[in-house]
Every structure is written in C-alpha cells, then in structure tokens.
C-alpha cells in the first residue's frame, strides 16, 4: 500500500525533465548570505526567523540567476514531489490504522503495534532505497 506510491514517486521524479546542476551552478554564482549567530539560539523564535530571511534571500539571488524555462522546470519537479509525497503520507497513514486495528482486534499488546509500524517503515525505505540503487547501477543501462 505504501511501497507502490514511494516507488511511483521515484519512477515519475526521475523521468522528470530537470537538471540539478543548473540549480547548483546558480547558486555557486551567487554570494551565500553569512550565517546567523549561534548567540540567536538562546532566542529561538528570533533565530527562527531570522535564519527563514537569510535563506529567503539566498533563495531570491539563485532563482534570478536561472532562465525563466528552467525554473518552470523545477517548480513543476517541486509540485510532482509534493503531490506524491501526499498520497505516500495518506498510504501510510491507512496502513497505520489498519494496523492499530489488527492490534486491537487478535488483542495483542502496545509494542506489537509499534514494532510492526517499524518494521513497515523499515520495509519501505528499504524498498525504495534498493529500487533506486538498482536503477542507477551501472548493470540496469541498456549498453550502447
């Protein structure tokens, strides 16, 4: 239930077409805002937001650094990773209570629940990181 929208996910993600160098490039061009002072820690909030201004700036410098195509690029890359991440996040969140129900239904106990919600992330991640590994192996590319 989980493991199909994750690899769909990284299926579409990759057929995307954007190039994650032209973002790096950007933002080697562009003068990194200094950092904020640790001092500001004692002062959470303020850190909060100053630290969210700082890299809103940064942010500002590379996008006016990219042509106008590759940004469109990339703000549908953003939008396409959101959308799953959504439908990953509700898959999970049925599997969770699906669960919780088998839990309370055979009556077994708390750290049953909590080791099979575990187990199940575990999984997914696994799944997903191997399918991804795979893909990229040198051994999956068609030869030329």
């Known amino acids: 239930m ?5 690899g769909q996910a990284v299926r579409e993600l990759e057929d995307e077409d954007f190039e994650r160098e032209t973002v ?3 933002a080697s061009q562009v003068e990194k805002p ?3 002072s640790v001092w500001w820690l004692l002062l959470p909030p303020v850190y909060y937001v100053l630290r969210r201004r700082r890299d809103q700036v940064f942010r500002e410098r590379v996008t006016g650094m ?3 195509e590759e940004l469109e690029s ?7 990773a959101s959308a799953w991440i959504f439908v990953a996040i509700g898959a999970s969140l049925i599997a969770i209570q699906e669960t919780w129900e088998l839990h309370e239904q055979y009556d077994w106990a708390d750290w049953t629940f909590w080791a099979l919600v ?4 575990l999984v997914c991640a ?8 795979r893909d990229r192996s040198p051994l999956s590319q068609p030869a030329d």
């Open 24 to 26: 790096i490039q950007a």
């Open 118 to 121: 575990a187990l199940m992330s």
């Open 34 to 36: 200094p950092p904020v």
């Open 74 to 80: 990339f703000a549908h890359l953003r939008d396409v």
């Open 2 to 6: 989980v493991i199909g929208p994750l």
């Open 66 to 68: 990219m042509r106008p």
């Open 126 to 133: 696994g799944r997903v990181v191997t399918r991804i590994r």
